[in-house]
């Protein structure tokens, strides 16, 4: 006589575990990508109360402490930021030019930079931080 089982073994994986190693993941991410922006040198820019965004095609111009140029993460040099900023123009029209220059700096500097935009009529936009 052989006896019969009434219930049937079901196998079963349990996942309570993948989701908090996915949620976990997910806070990794996040956080990561928010704090890492590869398109910026580090510097302390001046403060302003209100703060605009512009729109996702841009171009960055950095100025360092000790009057160094970078378009895009490249060095350039003064002399040719106003032709390496029209070739980078060139490609896309519809560009704004984020400057992005240290609060220490004299006016004359942001000046000078700032007078490439306007033989060229080109826009500028300032970068600076919240208050």
């Known amino acids: 006589m052989s006896i019969k089982r009434k219930r049937r073994f079901h196998a ?5 575990s993948l989701s908090d190693i996915m949620f976990f ?13 590869p398109n910026v040198i580090k510097m302390t820019l001046p403060k302003a109360k209100s703060n605009e965004k512009t729109n996702k095609q841009y171009i960055s ?21 106003e032709t390496t900023l ?11 030019v984020i400057v992005r220059i240290p609060f220490n700096l004299q006016v004359q500097d942001l000046v000078d930079v700032l007078q490439i935009g306007v033989r060229n009529n080109l826009k500028f936009v300032i970068a600076t931080s919240p208050k």
């Open 61 to 81: 111009l950095s100025v360092t402490e000790d009057k160094k140029f970078y378009i895009d993460k490249q060095p350039v040099t003064f002399e040719a930021l």
């Open 12 to 16: 079963e994986i349990a996942t309570s």
């Open 86 to 96: 029209m070739s980078k123009m060139n490609v896309k029209k519809d560009q704004t």
């Open 25 to 37: 993941l997910l806070l990794f991410f996040l956080i990561i990508s928010t704090l890492a922006n």
